[in-house]
């Protein structure tokens, strides 16, 4: 069964560096998301991405977060200067026009 | 913000019994529910759902009642396995054309063999 694959699994950073998070839709998907999960929360709407540009963003989707599908299979999360806050679980997932969202496994990034 | 919440954070069934996780909403506007299973080191994974023109899907052993006067849904698994054991997640689908989930905040369910 196709799946979403997200790397790396684990990424540390250093506070106020830039990282980027890496996501392989399935293949025929079309609507792309990322979701993130601080430790004991809920898992929280970040971005949507549809027909190459961001369908609707959340309040905590702020000018430090990025996302981008820079070839026909890649869609990446980037945050430019990391906050100790940022430390969660992100998830990206994706689906086709009538499915529920599939989703990754997850990158657990912490912040030092 | 609890849209939607889950007011059980674990529930511990014995292996063969029913287990019944329960979901509450705020938003009467909701019309489209799903239920999502995760495993440790795993993302979530789509269980099973419901459109608010319903009041029950069934798919093997896992069935989704939606009481929309009281807005409320539950997932009832019969019966029970220790591979059932996982945290499960109730979520909305809202947005239109963006479809964003909104989830709740997880039951752990610990089947015990």
């Known amino acids: 069964e196709p799946e979403v694959t997200q790397t790396p699994s684990h990424q540390v950073t250093q506070m106020g560096q830039e990282v980027i998070l890496r996501c392989v839709p399935i293949s025929n998907h079309l609507y792309f998301y990322w979701y993130r999960q601080i430790l004991g929360q809920k898992v929280e709407f970040l971005v949507s991405f549809y027909n190459n540009e961001i369908s609707e963003k959340s309040e905590i989707f702020d000018d430090q977060f990025s996302v981008e599908r820079p070839d026909g299979s890649n869609f990446t999360l980037k945050i430019r200067s990391t906050k100790l806050e940022d430390s969660a679980m992100y998830f990206c997932a994706s689906r086709d026009l009538l499915e529920p969202q599939h989703f990754g496994d997850g990158t657990r990034l912490s912040i030092l | 913000d609890q849209q939607v919440k889950q007011n059980s954070p674990s529930l511990s069934v014995q292996e063969g019994r029913i287990s019944i996780l329960n979901c509450d909403y705020t938003?009467?506007?909701?019309?489209?529910f799903l239920w999502y299973k995760k495993y440790p080191a795993e993302g979530p994974t789509f269980l099973i759902s419901?459109?608010?023109?319903?009041d029950k899907n069934e798919d093997g052993r896992f069935t989704v009642f939606l009481n929309k006067s009281a807005k409320h849904l539950s997932l009832h698994i019969v019966p029970s396995q220790p591979g059932d054991s996982a945290v499960y997640f109730c979520?909305?689908?809202?947005?239109?054309?963006?479809?964003?989930?909104?989830f709740g905040t997880g039951t752990l369910l610990a089947v015990q063999p």
């Open positions: 419901i459109s608010s023109i319903k």
């Open positions: 979520a909305v689908l809202y947005g239109g054309a963006t479809n964003k989930l909104i």
């Open positions: 938003n009467s506007m909701f019309d489209y």
